[in-house]
């Protein structure tokens, strides 16, 4: 009976250590930057703006699967509203991430240039000291939602959850 009991305790303590020890993320979202001359002349395309809740979507999931903790932003709601580009204000993620008691911040954007070309980025800071500890950036061609999400898995795969490729990365 102390042997299971022990067990029972031993196990207990390295579920809790190993759910204290989650890495958390305040994720601020992709801002999408447009000038493309598709947009001036005809106007905002939904489809683009639902592409970018697809993508926080899937930043979302990928994350989560791989055990960090994304932070609740309430708390900097409405410094968060009153910023154009988290991924562009000076470090104001990384403030924002510290005030939410975050180890990092993510940002990320995609501009559009044309309906041809468009460049996505995602980075990670440590809310610390902002310095990037993971980031990347891609080109794409097409304006699909299957170009949007080859685009972002390639990023996620190759910078923030590299796969095991059999010893070499």
């Known amino acids: ?67 960090y903790d994304l932070l609740d932003l309430t708390p900097v709601q409405d410094q968060l509203d009153a910023t154009v580009n988290p991924a562009k204000c000076y470090g104001c993620d990384t403030r924002m991430a510290t005030k939410l008691g975050a180890d990092y911040s993510l940002v990320g954007e995609v501009q559009k240039v044309s309906n041809l070309i468009l460049s996505m980025n995602l980075q990670m800071r440590e809310a610390a000291t902002g310095t990037m500890v993971k980031g990347r950036v891609v080109d794409i061609r097409n304006n699909t939602d299957e170009s949007w999400q080859r685009g972002m898995r390639y990023i996620l795969k190759t910078s923030f959850f590299k796969e095991d490729r059999g010893g070499t990365q």
């Open 1 to 67: 009976m102390l042997r299971n009991t022990a067990l029972i305790l031993s196990a207990t303590l390295c579920f809790s250590s190993a759910a204290q020890s989650a890495e958390s993320v305040a994720f601020f979202g992709i801002t999408y930057l447009d000038s493309s001359l598709q947009t001036a002349e005809l106007g905002q395309d939904p489809a683009e703006l639902e592409r970018i809740k697809m993508l926080e979507q899937m930043v979302r999931e990928k994350f989560t699967e791989n055990g």
